[in-house]
């Protein structure tokens, strides 16, 4: 779907609240104030109906039924497909593998580089990934003995390009990197990096889980070998994700799963596997999952990411100021090109008492590693308090967060 680009964009954030019920709910008295977006994303009512919808009217098992439902269910997977190829310039529907979400995608990649490394080989990582994308490359390497390096970032955290440039030679098999950091809100100019490593002859998974919700990643003009991603985090439900693989990559690597729908042919000597994407999908799949990621696809899209991501940015800049008026508040992550994500501490205060305080105020935030100890090492820290914003949170939901931080410290100082 293009993006509206010939008028001025109003941004009707009330409007947009009323398409999530759950923005209605009190927590300890008080209206809910939403800012674990990171972690998983609202739904709005649309991708709800979409999923009561399905059980209500047309359930049943995709790809295998000749009878009416589950041609009807088996239609409405396969167009779900087709809306997230549109959503990310993917060439071939084939090219993209549903999952539980951006982990087990990491892993059917990994898995199957488990036939294609050796003792010698080397794949990077960077400094600020998720334990989703380190610790199933750390089980590659141990199986097939290549060496695992790591990109360095800098205080603000942002890559140190020359170093990854340095890091990089005809022994560098695999690149691996998220769009945006999860616990600083980093963007990564993966374009760069993904340029890079094709020029050493590496391949690139990145992952982007964390930037779906608010970058429309264009994978044809990025070239990356593999992408992968939650609908959860772009306001789908939980449970369902895509591997999108370059076919040449998907055809070479071997199935993650055997079982039902990824075969061509059985018999107890011998089975030839289903052409992509079923090679990938063995078992009954999450069928209501996937099509109403495809209804949140739409839902965004109605939107625009034009307009998400300049709403965003502004939350972004008054949340900063705000905070940073805090004494004794220190931001990490302090990239120039960041997403709506605020890491932050105060002054000899423990992340999870500021996170506890903040909930008994009706505020939801994230407190801890984030699934990101090598980070939270970095700067020496036990963790961090994370807001993390999105397009339906507003500049009032920022006060009540300041004014609840401050009185965090004035009672825990
Ligand atoms: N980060 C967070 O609070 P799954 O759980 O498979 O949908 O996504 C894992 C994952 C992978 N990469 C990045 C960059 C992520 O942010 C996440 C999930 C959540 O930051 C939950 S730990």
Not at 94 to 121: P, Q, R, Y
Not at 368 to 395: E, L, W
């Amino acid at each position: 779907m293009s993006e509206p680009n010939t008028m001025p964009m109003i941004f009707d954030v009330e409007k947009i609240r009323e398409d999530f019920p759950i923005l209605k709910r009190e927590v300890n008295g008080k209206p809910l104030v939403y800012l674990d977006n990171a972690a998983t994303s609202q739904k709005p009512q649309a991708v709800i109906d979409c999923i009561v919808d399905y059980y209500s009217n047309y359930n049943a098992n995709i790809h295998r039924g000749v009878h009416t439902l589950s041609q009807e269910a088996t239609d409405a997977y396969e167009l779900a497909r087709r809306k997230i190829q549109n959503h990310f310039n993917i060439k071939f529907a084939e090219e993209i593998i549903f999952t539980s979400g951006t982990t087990h995608g990491i892993n059917i990649v990994s898995n199957g580089f488990a036939s294609i490394l050796k003792a010698g080989d080397e794949v990077l990582v960077s400094a600020m990934e998720h334990h989703s994308n380190i610790v199933p490359w750390q089980m590659l390497c141990k199986k097939t003995g290549a060496t695992l390096k790591v990109i360095p970032m800098n205080e603000d955290g942002v890559l140190i390009l020359s170093e990854y440039e340095k890091l990089l030679s005809t022994r560098t098999k695999l690149v691996f990197v998220n769009h945006v950091s999860n616990a600083l809100g980093t963007i990564n100019p993966i374009q760069q990096i993904i340029e890079k490593a094709h020029t050493a002859g590496a391949a690139v998974l990145i992952d982007g889980a964390q930037a779906c919700s608010h970058i429309k990643a264009d994978l044809q003009e990025l070239d990356a070998d593999f992408y992968v991603t939650s609908a959860h985090k772009m306001c789908g439900p939980t449970g369902i994700g895509i591997l999108y693989g370059k076919k040449s990559w998907l055809e070479q690597l071997p199935p993650y799963q055997g079982g039902g729908e990824m075969i061509k042919e059985v018999t107890f000597e011998k089975t030839t596997y289903a052409d992509l994407p079923h090679k990938f999908e063995a078992g009954t799949p999450n069928v209501a999952g996937g099509i109403s990621f495809g209804a949140a696809i739409d839902y965004l899209n109605e939107i625009g990411f034009d307009a998400i991501k300049a709403y965003e940015d502004e939350l972004l800049a008054y949340a900063t100021e705000k905070l940073l008026e805090i004494d004794g508040l220190k931001i990490y992550g302090t990239a120039k090109d960041k997403t709506s994500v605020i890491s932050f501490n105060l002054d000899g205060i423990h992340p999870y008492d500021v996170g506890t305080i903040v909930d008994k105020l009706g505020i939801a935030v994230r407190t801890g590693h984030h699934c990101a100890q090598p980070i939270m090492d970095f700067y020496n820290i036990p963790g961090t308090v994370r807001a993390s914003f999105s397009f339906y949170n507003t500049k009032e939901e920022v006060d009540r967060l300041v004014s609840a931080v401050s009185k965090a410290q004035m009672m825990l100082s």
